[in-house]
């Protein structure tokens, strides 16, 4: 079956980068496209970037653009999400997920991952 594993999260000082990777199995990415949500306490889900695989095309929320860098590896099958410039308030717990639009609306998403905590903190 669909699943997708996220790993790359933890703890990180203010100002520093992180890389997030999101590995695919059970499904070619080619025929899919992958989205980054994150989580943070009290807040509400947020689309930070997707990514088609067929031909790696992206879309980025706005508010967030900048800072968030995604992208592929098709012989790997994962998605990355590089953050920079990391912020007090980037800390979240991220999600990847697999759906077939190149849009954050998470209702079209199927298939998500458990997720990798991302906590910025000096």
């Known amino acids: 079956q669909l699943q997708l594993v996220e790993s790359g999260g933890g703890l990180v000082q203010p100002g520093g980068s992180l890389r997030l990777s999101c590995t695919a199995s059970?499904?070619?990415?080619?025929?899919?496209?992958i989205g980054w949500f994150r989580q943070a306490p009290g807040k509400e889900h947020e689309g930070i970037s997707c990514?088609?695989?067929?031909?790696?095309?992206?879309y980025y929320a706005e508010s967030l653009k900048g800072r968030f860098t995604i992208s592929s590896d098709r012989a790997k099958n994962t998605v990355y999400l590089r953050i920079d410039s990391l912020k007090p308030e980037d800390t979240a717990r991220y999600h990847c997920?697999?759906?077939?639009?190149?849009?954050?609306?998470?209702?079209?998403?199927?298939?998500w991952g458990q997720g990798t905590q991302v906590t910025v903190s000096s």
């Open positions: 997920a697999a759906g077939r639009l190149l849009t954050l609306y998470e209702g079209q998403y199927d298939y």
């Open positions: 059970g499904f070619n990415l080619d025929d899919y496209v």
């Open positions: 990514i088609r695989g067929k031909d790696a095309r992206t």
